[in-house]
């Protein structure tokens, strides 16, 4: 098994190979397959597949995140060949992890299908119809049987034009268990924690005021108390003096009647 290179590569890539066919795209050994319009988030608001397009440009992969992507280009792989396929290093070096992988059988068909994850700790941006894949192609030393070769019989990724949605159904199906999504997750606890510390520092400064004002008006209402009873004190003594005042005014009075009585009399004696 040899890999094609040079002049074989040239030759042997046409649009029957790889459909929208690029000479410009040969580099090195490789062909670059640029990405196509499908892709799938695990953090996808809608839970749906994203469209990429003139409008929608890009698909921004969150740090721990899963994302399904799809080439743009159809790859058609011949009898005689076996192609291998990776993602560029630079998107990889910012984090990406190419999880899926790593050969297109002889006989295969179809756009290929990418799982990545961000294990960096940025989000990391792709755009439609850049060139994010590599593919190399090996000769084989013998052609493969028609039985031997990826076929729609009992083969599943034959002809696929779209992200299939079996794998959109188990990514939705559990938690990620990501270290940026239990990151996340501590944040939102640490969150909550800061919150009920609030609320509990709030409760207590509302108990705090509460208790003291109970205390500042029982103190008021014990002084009012005492208060009225001196007063009712002061002026039950005053009641006193005035009808001792009132008595003794009433003694005089008498002394002033005989006086005035013994001065009418002739010898002033009556
Ligand atoms: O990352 C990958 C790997 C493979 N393929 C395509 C090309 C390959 O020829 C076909 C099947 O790959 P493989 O034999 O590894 O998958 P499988 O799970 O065994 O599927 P099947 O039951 O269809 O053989 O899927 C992709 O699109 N992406």
Wanted: hydrophobic fraction near 35%.
């Amino acid at each position: 098994m040899a890999f094609l290179g040079g002049r074989d590569l040239r030759l042997f890539l046409n649009n029957k190979i790889i459909s929208d066919y690029q000479e410009t795209r040969i580099k090195q050994a490789a062909y670059e397959l640029s990405l196509g319009e499908e892709v799938y988030r695990t953090d996808a608001i809608d839970g749906k597949v994203e469209v990429l397009n003139d409008k929608n440009r890009t698909v921004t992969i969150n740090p721990g995140q899963f994302t399904l992507l799809m080439t743009k280009e159809t790859v058609t792989i011949p009898s005689d060949k076996l192609a291998f396929i990776s993602i560029k290093a630079k998107p990889k070096l910012k984090g990406l992890v190419n999880v899926s992988g790593f050969h297109v059988d002889p006989g295969f068909s179809g756009k290929l299908l990418f799982s990545v994850y961000n294990a960096g700790p940025s989000t990391i941006t792709l755009r439609h119809d850049e060139p994010y894949f590599l593919i190399w192609f090996a000769e084989l030393k013998q052609n493969l049987l028609s039985n031997d070769l990826y076929n729609n019989s009992g083969n599943n990724h034959q002809d696929q034009k779209g992200i299939p949605s079996e794998y959109i159904d188990a990514l939705k199906s559990g938690e990620l268990a990501s270290p940026s999504a239990l990151l996340k997750k501590i944040k939102d606890v640490e969150k909550i924690k800061i919150n009920n510390e609030y609320l509990l520092k709030l409760f207590i400064g509302i108990a705090v005021t509460i208790g003291l004002k109970i205390m500042w008006d029982s103190n008021a209402e014990q002084k009012g108390y005492e208060m009225r009873v001196l007063e009712e004190r002061t002026l039950k003594n005053l009641y006193e003096q005035i009808d001792s005042i009132k008595s003794n005014s009433i003694s005089l009075g008498n002394i002033d009647s005989i006086i005035r009585e013994s001065k009418q009399t002739p010898n002033g004696i009556k």
